[in-house]
């Protein structure tokens, strides 16, 4: 027996969801940003994906609960431990989403 779930079994049809974090100027990884998610849509992956800064996510977690539980529920794939820490640190204090509000 496996103990292990993939998205796959648990969700067969879900999309893969991407946020590609950057520190500064989203404009200067542009060209990157774009071949990679390109290379993603070549192999028929189903990709969603958003480019934002550590603030931008702070302003869409703020506005938006799905997009505050996605950052929550976050994997980081590759890239400065420091800059997912910093994401991470946004949901320390309660001011974007306070705890009784986000399970209501």
Excluded: N
């Amino acid at each position: 027996m496996r103990s292990a779930f993939r998205r796959g079994e648990l969700h067969p049809h879900s999309d893969i969801d991407l946020l590609v974090l950057v520190d500064g100027d989203t404009a200067t990884y542009r060209d990157g940003i774009e071949a990679f998610v390109q290379s993603l849509w070549d192999l028929k992956l189903d990709i969603g994906h958003a480019v934002r800064t550590v603030e931008q996510c702070r302003a869409q977690a703020a506005a938006d609960i799905t997009t505050a539980t996605a950052i929550l529920e976050r994997r980081p794939l590759r890239g400065p431990i420091a800059l997912d820490r910093k994401v991470g640190a946004l949901f320390a204090m309660d001011d974007i989403w306070p705890s009784a509000k986000f399970y209501r």
